[in-house]
């Protein structure tokens, strides 16, 4: 007999690298996000990690391969946490999508590629479960950035057949989709996310992150910095486009800092950069969603009052709130997003959009490793 409700498990770790995020995902007659968790790397691990993504010329071949697998160990320990908090046996899982970490993302390389390590192997052989992984490859191959992955899943989840929407993900980089009525769905990269005002916040209060952009308001925007942010090409190109640490890092904030007369006060850089995401994330739905009625927030950026404060004083002509009040809590869209992708996958659907990554067309994505029977 058929399942009439079907459980997948979504797996990811962006940009802000605090932690693996798993969602559960439940299938019926709607689509019900059930319970999300975040488990921590820990310590030694997430410092190698760091290491790793930040260093790339200095990790070698052995170092890259134990991450590979540590990492995987570590997502199956999320899995194992999710579903001892759901009271669910593996059996009652029909997959899981793991996205994993990018430690490097490169779609405009000579030889383009996108790469994500944590080893779907250990998932399956650590938990049971049939595992479905390598989600961005596919669609590099077919021409395309690779990212953002999750609009498909927004205009199945948030769309609305009366409202023009937008969803923008805050997570280390920020990425738009914007739902229209009467247009078909579109989407990119708009530029950094959380990734500098984490880093600087690291940096001058040895703070994973700044809570609520608490420091952030006590500063003032620094406009020869916004300015010299904002002269980045990535912010002139047009989609599709994608981004990452390999571009928006700790070292290109400095570098515009030393080439300015005066450095501002750490404070005001992080106003600065808050405002940074805010306005970049603004322009890309004044110009590819101008329409949009209701801009749903999701990421880590959903809970920094401060930045929500700024976007939506950015965004007069619509307002900005937190997926949550849409069914799905901000910190677990993109692990939803997975396990939503895993199902399609398996169901042999296209999980990519063309107009949104550049592919030359839609395609299914990942690589399935069933698990076998029991």
């Not at 002509?317 to 399609?344: D, K, M, N």
Request: hydrophobic content about 45%; proline content about 5%; glycine content about 8%.
């Amino acid at each position: 007999m058929v399942k009439t409700v079907q459980r997948y498990i979504g797996l990811m770790s962006g940009t802000s690298m605090d932690g693996v995020d798993a969602g559960l995902l439940v299938f019926g007659k709607d689509v019900i996000m059930d319970r999300g968790i975040t488990h921590p790397f820990p310590p030694d691990l997430h410092k190698h990690l760091v290491h790793v993504v930040d260093h790339p010329t200095q990790v070698s071949l052995d170092e890259l391969g134990e991450l590979d697998t540590a990492l995987g160990e570590c997502f199956s320990d999320a899995v194992v946490e999710l579903l001892s908090l759901s009271q669910l046996e593996a059996a009652d899982i029909t997959a899981i999508g793991s996205h994993g970490q990018t430690i490097r993302h490169g779609p405009s390389a000579l030889h383009p590629f996108s790469m994500q390590i944590g080893d779907a192997n250990v998932i399956v052989a650590r938990t049971g479960i049939t595992t479905v992984a390598d989600f961005r490859r596919r669609d590099v191959a077919l021409g395309g950035q690779g990212a953002p992955l999750t609009p498909a899943f927004h205009d199945a989840v948030f769309s609305h057949s009366d409202e023009n929407r937008v969803v923008v993900n805050i997570g280390g980089m920020s990425n738009m989709t914007a739902l229209s009525v009467n247009a078909a769905v579109a989407g990119h990269d708009t530029g950094p996310g959380n990734v500098l005002m984490d880093a600087w916040a690291k940096q001058h209060h040895d703070q994973p992150f700044d809570n609520n952009g608490a420091w952030a308001r006590t500063g003032n925007v620094n406009n020869e910095l916004l300015q010299l942010l904002l002269s980045e090409e990535f912010f002139q190109l047009a989609p599709p486009k994608s981004t990452g640490r390999e571009l928006f890092n700790l070292p290109w904030l400095t570098a515009h800092l030393l080439s300015m007369d005066a450095a501002p006060e750490p404070a005001d850089v992080q106003a600065t950069l808050c405002e940074l995401t805010a306005l970049s994330i603004a322009e890309a739905i004044k110009a590819y969603a101008p329409e949009a009625q209701r801009c749903l927030v999701c990421g880590g950026g959903a809970r920094n009052e401060y930045l929500m404060d700024r976007l939506n004083a950015l965004i007069s002509h619509c307002v900005a709130e937190s997926t949550e009040r849409y069914g799905i809590a901000p910190e677990w869209v993109e692990a939803a997003a997975f396990a939503w992708l895993a199902r399609q996958t398996l169901l042999g659907r296209d999980g990519n959009m063309p107009a949104v990554t550049g592919a030359a067309h839609s395609a299914v994505l990942g690589v399935i490793l069933s698990a076998g029977s029991a």
